[in-house]
């Protein structure tokens, strides 16, 4: 009989935890085991159900982190340093999303300080089109002759998404892959560190924009059926969240906080024919978001809350503190992607997500029919042409002598390694060093050089 109710009080508890902490009555005075999951974990050090917040005083000291940005991971390396010793109760991946205008940057920021983790922000176009180095590949516009290389952001999608031929569709495609090369970073920051992240949006969320701009007719059909074919393999591999914030508001209420940023930050939204859609909105975020977030709540844990007034992130991170990250038994699709269950798998995970072109060539794709994204040959040698003049772009990153750097032997690029600096600060646009000529290469070089001593502040465009 005692055994019964032991094991009764196990199974209601892990019950209790998979509903989240306020759902059964009494589970706060439960102790030690009967907290503890009913199936046995099968790595006590990654399997952990809980996050704790540095408030709690329960955080753990972590491990020192690999140094992945500097030396890489590669197999060599994988034979002495192991994987899950790094991992700890926070070891976590967090992604906030929802509407804009909503300060998801403050909560996201706040979170990952009170966490302990790591903060990647959202990206946009910027990240796109600025180089490390901080040059604009924008600024060469006037220089093209081929609408199809002109640059297509944010700001011009806002006051007219089909202002430019095929321009939205390349937009959509290049914001796919730059959340793609985030989560990619996020997931290797925790498989090297040990360290959490809390991201702004993920590539997991992204379809609901194409889904939402093709019902608009602001895309190619040939566009979202090749976004949708890269999804499936480029996602293939990844692990989904642990946790979805999801920070909502009314349409109107969205549209009220947008028209308050327009008329400060970001005045390129004013009176935007997107924006200003409450039909486009009510579909992207009460319909096709939503469908998401029910999708999402299988395989990660969702938090949702109504932010229309802001909110308290004290408030969020106790409610985190409460919730069961793991699973409630061993067929659970919860979180499911990060029990890998032996160190090698860890580490053969980590050595995926540690290889960021291994993660781009797992894009490439037998589908030639996207003529909306597609360039002419004669339009890529335009762009090819144009994108070295920009500075930094003739050289790997760390390598640029015409920026002040030397070219010196790097650790990560001696054993061959990816996901190095270089990898993750090189720009996301291609560029393909065979179009150029050495002979024009070296005359622009000369050029620059000559207009740079001069005190010409646009040196590099000409």
Known sequence: ????????????AALASRLGHGSLPGLAALKGSAKLLAVTPYNNK??????????????EERVKPWNYEKWGFNHFMALWDGTTKRFND??????????????????????ADELDMKYIPGVSMEDFYINAYGFDIRELDHLYKYPRNVSFDEKKFAQNPTGQEGGCDRMVLSLFYLRFRKYVEALSHIFNTGQGVVMEKSVYS?????????????????????????????????????LVIYLDAPVDVVQSKIRARAATTHPWEKNSPVFENTAYLDMLYEDKYKSYIKAASINSRVLMYDWSEGGDTEVVVEDIERLN??????YDPLCKDWRLHKEEN???????????????????????????????????????MQAFKVPGNRFAWGQNVEMG???????????????????????????????IDNDVFEEWRKMSKEKKASGQEKWWQF
Not at 1 to 12: A, D, E, F, N
Not at 46 to 59: E, R
Not at 96 to 109: F, N, R, V
Request: net charge neutral.
């Open 1 to 12: 009989m005692v055994g019964q109710v032991s094991t009764l009080s196990i199974r209601m």
């Open 46 to 59: 990654v399997s952990k159900a809980n996050i704790y917040s540095k408030t709690s005083g329960m955080l």
């Open 90 to 111: 926070n070891s976590k991946l967090i992604c906030i999303e929802g509407p804009p205008a909503l300060d998801k940057t403050k909560l996201a920021e706040e979170l």
């Open 206 to 242: 992204d379809y609901v924009f194409v889904d939402a701009a093709y019902k608009m007719g602001w895309i190619d059909r040939t566009t979202r059926i090749l976004i949708n074919k890269m999804k499936v393999q480029m996602l293939a591999p990844m692990l989904r969240p642990h």
């Open 325 to 330: 990250l793991d699973y409630f038994d061993k």
């Open 346 to 384: 860890y580490t053969r995970k980590r050595l995926e997500v540690s290889s960021a072109q291994w993660n781009i060539r797992n894009s490439v794709l037998d589908y030639y029919d996207c003529h909306k994204v597609d360039k002419t040959p004669d339009e890529s040698i335009e762009f090819q």
């Open 405 to 435: 750097e030397s070219i010196a032997l790097r650790l990560g690029s001696f054993f061959g390694n990816s996901n190095t600096e270089a990898d993750m600060k090189s720009p996301y646009y291609h560029l393909d060093a065979s179009f």
